[in-house]
């Protein structure tokens, strides 16, 4: 395992990543962790990340002395680089010309990190400060044009640092420099595989959750899905599902998640037919965040029901990412009372939490759902807000508004999968607005409701770009949902980013 201590750096969590990628398990901590952890947790290595400081900086952040004290090998990345320069008595100075973006590096050593890397390579940097002469018994092993010190190394301590970041992908042998860190000077060994993720997380259900019961709130979405079958495949019938259907999902959705859980599998599922239930408290209801609680509300309540019934449950199964950990800055599962995800639920319910992807990302939970044998269209399925179509369906939500978004949502979706763009969206979806347009069909007047196409690329969903879908897609979108979508009669393109644009329209 590898611990990358985070000094702020904007690629810090694109570090531990990497290095899941290079197969061997890694978590990010903060920089102050105490050693005493650090040490408790027997890493076989550790990265320092970079930050947006300068070492010299008033409060900038520091490392415990001690830690390099450890018997561990030590990765220190642009700012890591700094921090354990100056902490070994090396120099650290503002460079005259500052590097941003690509830089030519010329590696004059190939024994330690850049073993089996070219002499000449692009990496990336970003930095104002540099080592100016690196700690006693370390050795230069790179350089650039403008930065003499760009890497430089004491194998026999293993101690390493570079300047530039191995973690992003413009950096040609960045890969291959974290390897040679993780294989060679760490001694990892490839073995953080999909299976042994599954095995080693049911394991820990089994110790965790042993004979007691627990209960799992399935959304349709592929995180509580997959929490759900790791958990199933580690307590069994311990486990029951339950799907609340209320009303605002896409075409064959709930179908699609009985298929996944109910009858062809063996995992115990309660399907709530609460459609009629949620459309009643939405009548009327046009103002986005009424209708956003009132759907929260009636969620736990119908939950909180169905949950109820089933005796003896003391667990529940929540599909917590490890990027939510990272960004609420929690460490360790706490006992709830609440559960956030769908709004809070009642205090008596007094459940412990189990949380099997808090330590996982959310592509490698879709591996994780493949090699547990999820249908594709599961794994990779769009994300979905909570209130479902009730927020895409502008003012007030009826079963007759519904049921047209639906079916244009079902054609955009469609024609988008058929294009093979589906995975390349974060969000592809329809709008309906709550006004009429005149058109003319079949040489008469219409008066109907326009659909507005949104479909956008993100990262993260934090900020998004609208996605330049081809034309003769559009076209195909546009006539087939005016054809086959009675109610329509226009189609419109959204083309606004976020900011100032958000991903849903309400
Ligand atoms: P916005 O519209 O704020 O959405 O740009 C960002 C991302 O969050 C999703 N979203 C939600 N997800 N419950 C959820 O689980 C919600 O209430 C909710 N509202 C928005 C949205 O689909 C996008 O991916």
Redesign the pocket.
Known sequence: MILVLDFGGQYAQLIARRVREARVYSELIPHDTPVEEIERRRPEGIILSGGPNSVYEEGAPRVDPRLLDLDVPILGICYGMQLMALMLDGEVGAVQIREYGRSDLLVKDHDGLFAGTPDEQKAWTSHGDAVFSPPEGFSVTAETPSVPIIAFEEPEAGRFGVQFHPEVRHTEYGMEILKNFLYEACGCRPEWTPVNIITDAVEKIRAQVGDAKAICGL?G?VDSATAAMLVHRAIGDNLTCVFVDHGLLRQNEAEQVVEAFGENSDVPLIHVDARGRFLDKLGGVTDPEAK?KI??EEFIRTFEAEAGRIEDARFLVQGTLYSDVIESGTRSAAKIKSHH?VGGLPEVMDLDLVEPLRNLFKDEVRVVAAELGMPDRMVWR??????GLA?RVIGDVTAERLEILRKADFVLQDEIRSAGLYREL??S?AVLPAIHSVGVMGDARTYAYPVVIRAVT?DD??T?DWARLPYDLLERISNRIINEVPGVNRVALDVTS?PP??????
């Open positions: 959304s979405g956003r759907i929260g995800n769009q994300p979905f807000p909570g209130p927020i974060w969000q979806f993100s969903a934090m998004a976020k644009g958000t991903i849903e329209w309400e």
